[in-house]
């Protein structure tokens, strides 16, 4: 009688202890992720641009994840040469002004204003902190070809981001 009441309280201490170890393991709050990586992915991009001359640059977010109230910034800063970049819709960027992103897929637009070299960052940043860099580098277009026409940037010259050839 006395080892059946001795064997009866070993075992509600042990299910006691492992309920305690199981609810002490657990909280209120929902784990949800917030944050996914993503990455600016181009279309190859000519490395030669003249004075006057525009080039097209077709982006794309690639997002590894989602979270509907996630929401994209874009802005640039140009360290050498002059240019204007705008956007597909027609919103010219000022430079380290940040612009909303609202489609995942978009193109800018780079005109050139000058004969020099040219070099630009172009940033895109998530609400949650995350950024994207794109480096953008042009030199000027001045040569002609054998046909008379502009001339054609060498494969070192273009510049290929996202591993998409």
């Given at each position: ?153 060498s494969k070192e010259d273009e510049r290929h981001f996202g591993g998409r050839?």
């Open positions: 009688m006395m080892r059946k009441k001795f064997f009866n309280m070993i075992w509600v201490m042990g299910v006691l202890t492992l309920a305690g170890f199981c609810l002490s393991a657990c909280d209120n709050e929902l784990d949800i992720q917030t944050a996914y990586p993503f990455k600016l992915e181009t279309m190859p991009i000519p490395g030669r641009v003249a004075k006057g001359q525009t080039v097209e640059i077709r982006c794309m977010l690639v997002r590894q994840g989602r979270f509907a109230d996630t929401r994209y910034s874009i802005r640039y800063f140009q360290y050498d040469g002059a240019g204007v970049l705008r956007m597909d819709d027609g919103t010219v960027f000022r430079p380290n002004d940040r612009y909303a992103l609202k489609r995942e897929v978009f193109r800018l637009y780079y005109t050139s204003a000058t004969t020099d070299a040219q070099k630009l960052t172009v940033t895109v940043e998530s609400s949650d902190g995350q950024a994207q860099e794109l480096e953008l580098s042009f030199n000027n277009d001045t040569k002609k070809d054998e046909s008379g026409g502009q001339g054609t940037s050839r």
